[in-house]
């Protein structure tokens, strides 16, 4: 008699992100979009494994230490790397094998492979499947690194396996991966991920076989590329989805280009317009931000009826006490209807990291605060606790009752989603101003 085969048991594990994200009694609820890595790692596992595979997003679900798992598979930032380092040295004491990756695992492996028997590097498409073959032979090795990108053909996210409840958008597909940017601050191109589109009916077919019928897009900047862009809205607009994502100012240049946005079913953009003060903006290499070009900016996006969330950071090397004022100034003046700030982040490997070590202005390397909510670095024009009290003082107040009013009112039928969005912020802003380390206890007294 033949010895019974035992399954594979495989665990994917996206660690705590404490940013964007609410406690409600006993739930958690994301301000985002379902995230796209987990799902797509349990897609791309070869099927001749015949592997049972658990997802767990630990913003919204606890991970189930108390079981055994054979392969445990965690993805990174660099707010959630110290995380993810004790998820996975808790499950080597309970000798499962152990695989990291990610953008921060690709910025500092040599770091992450301390924490692991094998790493990936970059882009999964190519390296994870052969990883586990590998794997199931016990031939694995400690560094899988892919360079080349192969987006044709990719199978259909692993939805199935993912928790539904506690997203804003729970669906969530990618149209094109990396980004033609080079902001000084950004993970994208310190990790040297290039810029790449699936073909257009790849991406269609799949999205006709999501049920529901708003989505979100995970793209960096999706009308990046024009053209491709509008041949992508064009094949969209049959489908009859409504979609959120992220885009650039300068989607305002091309008339055409946000009129199929229109069309194709947008219905919200994140967009970085970063800061109120050109010379920050070119400071960051994101000088194609014309502050003078918001307002109009808005107007077009308004009269489609799209709502804006509408990103700012503070710190910049331009920055002195008056930008959080300034900046509080313009998005109720602007009426952007979700602002979103962030604190200036030099996170490993970028070009903003090189520069401020050099400078000596690195405060630490704890990397649980280096999530663009806490203070890092030492600014130009200001402490540190300045920063921090400004950037908890704008949050406030673009939050309060008659800010958000201010902003929201007149928005027609945006208007509850707005205003939900507004109070959701306020809730977690409270959460935030009340946190009492916004410091490692370590550098305090460097501050």
């Known amino acids: 008699m033949k010895a019974s085969h035992r399954k594979k048991r495989i665990l994917l594990v996206l660690p705590d992100g404490k940013i964007h994200k609410l406690r409600l009694g006993p739930l958690n609820i994301s301000f985002r979009e379902a995230p796209l890595t987990a799902t797509m790692l349990a897609a791309l596992v070869p099927p001749e494994l015949d592997a049972g595979i658990t997802i767990i997003d630990e913003s ?34 309970q000798r499962a094998t152990v695989v990291l990756g990610g953008v921060h695992v690709t910025l500092m492996p040599d770091e992450a492979a301390r924490h692991a028997d094998a790493i990936v590097i970059g882009f999964a498409e190519k390296s994870w499947p052969e990883l586990l073959r590998d794997f199931q032979r016990n031939q694995l090795k400690p560094c899988y690194h892919s360079e080349k990108i192969y987006l044709s053909h990719l199978p259909y996210p692993r939805r199935d396996l993912q928790k ?17 940017g080079a902001c000084d601050f950004c993970t994208v191109p310190a990790a040297q991920f290039g810029w790449h589109k699936r073909p257009i009916t790849d991406v269609i077919d799949e999205i ?116 959080f004022g300034r900046t509080l100034e313009l998005v109720n003046e602007l009426k952007i209807d979700i602002p979103r700030y962030a604190i200036y982040t030099p996170y490993p490997g970028t070009a903003a990291f090189k520069r401020l070590q050099k400078e000596n202005r690195i405060l630490h390397y704890n990397w649980k605060y280096y999530d663009t909510q806490h203070v890092v670095f030492k600014p130009n024009k200001m402490i540190p606790q300045e920063l921090d009290e400004g950037f908890k003082w704008a949050y406030k107040h673009t939050f309060s009752l008659k800010s958000t009013l201010q902003r929201t009112h007149g928005s027609g039928q945006n208007f509850p989603i707005s205003f939900v969005g507004n109070v959701a912020y306020r809730l977690y802003i409270k959460r935030l101003c009340a946190e009492q380390q916004r410091f490692p206890e370590s550098d305090k007294n460097g501050l």
């Open 208 to 323: 006709k076989q999501i049920k529901t019928r708003r989505i979100a897009f995970s793209d960096v900047n999706l009308p990046d590329d024009a053209e491709y862009a509008k041949e992508f809205f064009k094949a969209l607009i049959p489908l009859k989805k409504e979609w959120g994502g992220l885009a650039s100012t300068r989607i305002a240049q091309d008339e055409e280009l946000l009129l199929l946005m229109r069309q194709s079913g947008c219905k919200f953009l994140l967009i970085g317009f970063e800061s109120v003060n050109s010379s920050s903006l070119k400071s960051i290499r994101k000088g194609f931000n014309k502050v003078g070009q918001y307002q109009e900016l808005v107007r077009k996006l308004h009269d489609l009826q799209i709502i804006i969330q509408g990103c700012f950071i503070f710190g910049l090397d331009e920055d002195d006490n008056s930008v």
């Open 60 to 93: 919204v679900q606890k991970i189930p230490f108390h079981k055994h798992y054979d392969l445990v598979g965690i993805s990174c930032m660099t707010g959630t790397a110290p995380r993810a380092y004790e998820i996975a040295d808790r499950f080597r004491k």
């Open 164 to 180: 539904r409840f506690g997203y804003a958008i729970p669906n969530t597909v990618f149209v094109t991966r990396g980004c033609r």
